[in-house]
């Protein structure tokens, strides 16, 4: 609790999974709309195949922000911690 009260835990990447979940059901629902209704049914196949996959690719990048930002707090604790070599 004390990490996310200091800011030191990220809940953005919950919000972004959330959001994935959000958009593949969406594109989903869509794209059965769009086969059920056969005047767009390719882009309605499209978009069931395809939407899903371009929201996981963008929110995974959206991640990787979040994930580069906690490998370098790893670092930094980690040079943190070291003793410093005396200079002879």
Do not use: H
Not at 6 to 12: E, L, V
Not at 64 to 80: C, G, H, M, P, S
């Amino acid at each position: 609790m004390k990490d996310f009260l200091t800011f030191r835990r990220m809940i953005t990447p919950v919000i972004i999974e959330i959001l994935f979940w959000l958009g593949s059901i969406i594109c989903v629902l869509v794209g059965l709309a769009w086969l059920v209704n056969n005047r767009e049914g390719a882009m309605g196949l499209a978009l069931l195949v395809l939407g899903p996959l371009a929201v996981r690719i963008y929110c995974e990048l959206l991640i990787l922000a979040f994930r580069i930002n906690e490998t370098l707090t790893d670092i930094r604790n980690t040079l943190k911690s070291r003793e410093p070599n005396p200079v002879t």
